[in-house]
């Protein structure tokens, strides 16, 4: 993993006063353009979550690593999206953000109870996100075995908010 993490750590453009100024914004659009790194971080992130049911992609930049996860685990892609985003019966997490709040949905079929879960995005900062998802998952009867990121922002904790879910994450700041 040491190459594999230093090769996106490396590929990843630091923005600064992105999207604001003082927020020195880590992009990982760099490491989605080069093609052989980016399948590298998939066969990564499918071998760490070989034996699930479900991964449960969070809008939207988890969509981008859950769906090429599918294939190589055998697991069925769940969408965690925003309000009116999915066009069937939802379950529904309000959570607090830094400034405001929101909502994250899950169709209410997608996950049975007893399956195996992996929360999956490219970014772990707070964690308000990601422990919306788990809500979701255990509402629904799934078990949560892990949370999966390119990229976390340890000096935010958001870990803690997992409570004590299995969080692995490639590149760590």
């Known amino acids: 993993m040491g190459d594999l993490a230093d090769d996106v750590r490396n590929t990843i453009r630091d923005v600064p ?6 927020i020195l914004f880590k992009d990982i ?6 093609t052989a790194l980016f399948g590298r971080v998939i066969d990564w992130m499918a071998v760490e979550y070989a034996n699930i049911d479900k991964i449960i992609a969070i809008e939207s930049r988890g ?7 599918v294939e190589p685990t055998g697991a069925g892609l769940v969408l965690a999206r925003k309000p009116g985003k999915l066009p ?15 909502s994250l949905n899950i169709h209410t079929d997608a996950i049975s109870p007893g399956d195996r879960c992996v ?22 009867g799934g078990e949560v075995v892990g949370a999966l ?16 879910t299995p969080v ?6």
């Not at 969509?63 to 996860?69: K, S, T």
């Open 17 to 22: 006063d992105f999207p604001k100024p003082g």
């Open 119 to 140: 929360i999956v995005d490219d970014l772990l900062a707070t964690g308000g996100t990601a422990c919306a998802a788990l809500d979701l998952v255990q509402r629904l």
């Open 63 to 69: 969509f981008i690593f859950g769906a090429p996860m």
């Open 88 to 102: 069937h019966t939802v379950e529904t997490v309000s959570y607090d953000l830094e400034y405001g709040s929101s």
């Open 168 to 173: 692995t994450s490639l590149v760590r700041y």
């Open 149 to 164: 990121f390119l990229v976390e922002l340890g000096f935010l904790d958001g870990r803690r908010k997992l409570h004590g």
């Open 29 to 34: 659009t760099p490491v989605l353009m080069d």
